[in-house]
């Protein structure tokens, strides 16, 4: 992978302070990345249908308007061209049924919303840790 | 009143039909008779009873399993035992095992067996009333726990924009802010700290207040053990000690509460302590019918008697924030979770002369035992 080409990280994610948050997150991290933002499910969903869109990344809070993280995540996960595409589930809850069945609609990882901004960083440096520098996925593009 | 009697001995069916028809009875007494388990069955499906008079000799059941099956197959009729056997402690399984009395044949006159009777049906009116309002109190707790449980996640949404937002503006603005504007803005994610403590503190105190899905045998001393070596830097620091004085016996529990019980006891102890060399002992205090009592006592500065309820409340401090940190939920989750695992807790303390903390908890014994204590519940 190209250590010096800018990546693109997808979020869908209503809560625009959330988004802020988020935003100012991935500021703070190593790799630099441009943020594609969805602020509901139909939106997420239509944004990841472009032909041309492939991030390297994706972020979704499970409880979006309209269509939620997991319905969204559900048909994503049909897309051959999406395939590679590491999709990290977010929510405020610990639910076990929400865990379960993003685990089960194949997303990579599933994150409880930190309340504590240093935290939320944390964790974007661990999965950036983990999917860029560890993984290593290979890409299609 | 409609009596169904099982017996197989057609002699002693007689006989007990007859005492009670020389009653002079309130009520009309009906009989059906079955002389059989699986006859008796068949005819309350065809027609319904208000008690049942079981003997436990039958020719397709024998013993008290003949009690278990009646009370599987008829569990919200009253069954009298009526047996040849003069067994105490026979007889008070039969209780246990929901019998509502134990009679012996030919040790009883017409009309004490016709009050028996008559006061079985009531017991168990009143019984099956208290069954429903311990269900309704169980369902309304589960709710309770349920509403404070999401309620405290819910919270956690906001607080992140704000804990979040305090320190964006601090990080970007801080320079155009003079001191006082700085200060302002501190506190506020000081605040937010402390609500995010507290809404933990609530899910702990909601998810612990629970009782335990399953119980087991717990060793208290490794329980001990570990919350000293998770606090081993702290105990150095402040130059304290923590010790375990003898034996603890394992308990019937499970590993998180006990965990947070004496965590909290023992982090307390060495806090709320101003001596030199704080110290915390964990001894055991004794064993009373199965409920052990370990004692946590420490060389801190006490508590006056007129606190000794209201520290146990939830977010109850008695000190100023700047004096002992925390958010004054500690003692509530302790009390909580000993409850919660059949247990409860006691304090005995004088302002200058330390704390102990009684901790009272089921004692694990050996399983054989431990069936037979099982059954002492509240017969339904």
Same mark, same amino acid.
């Given at each position: 992978?190209?250590?010096?080409?800018?990546?693109?990280?997808?979020?869908?994610?209503?809560?625009?302070?959330?988004?802020?948050?988020?935003?100012?997150?991935?500021?703070?991290?190593?790799?630099?990345?441009?943020?594609?933002?969805?602020?509901?499910?139909?939106?997420?969903?239509?944004?990841?249908?472009?032909?041309?869109?492939?991030?390297?990344?994706?972020?979704?809070?499970?409880?979006?308007?309209?269509?939620?993280?997991?319905?969204?995540?559900?048909?994503?996960?049909?897309?051959?061209?999406?395939?590679?595409?590491?999709?990290?589930?977010?929510?405020?809850?610990?639910?076990?049924?929400?865990?379960?069945?993003?685990?089960?609609?194949?997303?990579?990882?599933?994150?409880?919303?930190?309340?504590?901004?240093?935290?939320?960083?944390?964790?974007?440096?661990?999965?950036?840790?983990?999917?860029?520098?560890?993984?290593?996925?290979?890409?299609?593009? | 009143?409609?009596?169904?009697?099982?017996?197989?001995?057609?002699?002693?069916?007689?006989?007990?039909?007859?005492?009670?028809?020389?009653?002079?009875?309130?009520?009309?007494?009906?009989?059906?008779?079955?002389?059989?388990?699986?006859?008796?069955?068949?005819? !309350? $499906? %065809?027609?319904?009873?208000?008690?049942?008079?079981?003997?436990?000799?039958?020719? +397709?059941? *024998? &013993?008290? /399993?003949? =009690?278990?099956?009646?009370?599987?197959?008829?569990?919200?009729?009253?069954?009298?035992?009526?047996?040849?056997?003069?067994?105490?402690?026979?007889?008070?399984?039969?209780?246990?095992?929901?019998?509502?009395?134990?009679?012996?044949?030919?040790?009883?006159?017409?009309?004490?067996?016709?009050?028996?009777?008559?006061?079985?049906?009531?017991?168990?009116?009143?019984?099956?009333?208290?069954?429903?309002?311990?269900?309704?109190?169980?369902?309304?707790?589960?709710?309770?726990?349920?509403?404070?449980?999401?309620?405290?996640?819910?919270?956690?949404?906001?607080?992140?924009? !704000? $804990? %979040?937002?305090?320190?964006?503006?601090?990080?970007?603005?801080?320079?155009?802010? +003079?001191? *006082? &504007?700085? /200060?302002? =803005?501190?506190?506020?994610?000081?605040?937010?700290?402390?609500?995010?403590?507290?809404?933990?503190?609530?899910?702990?105190?909601?998810?612990?207040?629970?009782?335990?899905?399953?119980?087991?045998?717990?060793?208290?001393?490794?329980?001990?053990?570990?919350?000293?070596?998770?606090?081993?830097?702290?105990?150095?620091?402040?130059?304290?000690?923590?010790?375990?004085?003898?034996?603890?016996?394992?308990?019937?529990?499970?590993?998180?509460?006990?965990?947070?019980?004496f965590g909290n006891l023992i982090?307390?102890?060495?806090?709320?302590?101003?001596?030199?060399?704080?110290?915390?002992?964990?001894?055991?205090?004794?064993?009373?019918?199965?409920?052990?009592?370990?004692?946590?006592?420490?060389?801190g500065i006490g508590i006056a008697?007129?606190?000794?309820?209201?520290?146990?409340?939830?977010?109850?401090?008695?000190?100023?924030?700047?004096?002992?940190?925390?958010?004054?939920?500690?003692?509530?989750?302790?009390?909580?979770?000993?409850?919660?695992?059949?247990?409860?807790?006691?304090?005995?303390?004088?302002?200058?002369?330390?704390?102990?903390?009684?901790?009272?908890?089921?004692?694990?014994?050996?399983?054989?035992?431990?069936?037979?204590k099982r059954k002492t519940g509240?017969?339904?």
């Open positions: 992978m190209n250590k010096f080409r800018r990546l693109t990280v997808f979020l869908a994610e209503d809560n625009p302070d959330d988004i802020e948050i988020a935003r100012r997150a991935f500021k703070r991290s190593k790799l630099g990345c441009d943020l594609v933002i969805a602020r509901d499910g139909e939106e997420a969903l239509k944004k990841l249908s472009e032909p041309s869109f492939h991030p390297d990344f994706a972020i979704m809070d499970i409880n979006l308007p309209k269509l939620t993280g997991l319905q969204v995540l559900e048909r994503v996960r049909k897309e051959k061209r999406l395939i590679g595409v590491p999709f990290v589930m977010l929510s405020a809850s610990d639910r076990e049924e929400d865990v379960r069945a993003s685990y089960e609609l194949c997303a990579n990882s599933y994150i409880q919303k930190p309340v504590v901004f240093e935290d939320f960083v944390e964790t974007i440096a661990v999965l950036e840790k983990y999917w860029f520098e560890v993984a290593r996925l290979p890409r299609s593009t | 009143m409609r009596i169904l009697l099982v017996e197989d001995n057609a002699g002693d069916a007689r006989l007990i039909e007859e005492m009670l028809r020389d009653v002079p009875a309130a009520v009309q007494i009906e009989f059906a008779g079955a002389a059989s388990l699986g006859v008796a069955l068949e005819r !309350l $499906e %065809a027609e319904p009873c208000d008690v049942v008079l079981l003997d436990l000799g039958l020719p +397709d059941s *024998q &013993g008290l /399993d003949t =009690l278990v099956a009646a009370r599987e197959r008829m569990p919200d009729l009253p069954i009298v035992v009526m047996t040849g056997f003069d067994d105490e402690e026979r007889a008070l399984r039969a209780l246990h095992l929901g019998a509502q009395d134990y009679l012996v044949k030919g040790r009883i006159e017409s009309e004490p067996l016709a009050r028996a009777i008559r006061y079985a049906v009531e017991r168990n009116e009143i019984t099956a009333q208290l069954n429903q309002t311990m269900h309704e109190l169980e369902t309304r707790t589960e709710e309770m726990e349920s509403f404070t449980y999401s309620v405290s996640h819910d919270l956690k949404e906001p607080l992140r924009t !704000l $804990e %979040a937002f305090s320190g964006f503006l601090l990080e970007d603005y801080g320079d155009v802010l +003079d001191e *006082q &504007g700085r /200060d302002y =803005l501190e506190r506020l994610g000081q605040a937010s700290a402390r609500l995010k403590d507290m809404i933990e503190k609530l899910l702990t105190l909601s998810r612990l207040g629970r009782r335990p899905p399953e119980v087991e045998r717990v060793d208290v001393r490794q329980v001990v053990e570990g919350i000293i070596a998770v606090n081993q830097f702290t105990i150095d620091e402040r130059h304290a000690e923590v010790v375990i004085d003898g034996d603890l016996p394992p308990v019937l529990g499970d590993l998180s509460r006990l965990e947070q019980i982090g307390n102890g060495l806090k709320f302590n101003q001596s030199e060399r704080p110290g915390v002992t964990v001894k055991l205090e004794g064993t009373v019918d199965g409920i052990v009592t370990f004692a946590v006592t420490d060389n008697e007129e606190y000794h309820e209201r520290i146990f409340g939830v977010f109850q401090r008695l000190h100023l924030r700047e004096e002992y940190e925390g958010t004054g939920a500690g003692l509530a989750i302790v009390k909580r979770a000993a409850n919660a695992l059949g247990g409860s807790i006691e304090l005995r303390s004088a302002p200058g002369e330390g704390s102990t903390f009684l901790v009272n908890l089921p004692l694990y014994e050996l399983p054989h035992r431990l069936s037979i509240v017969a339904a």
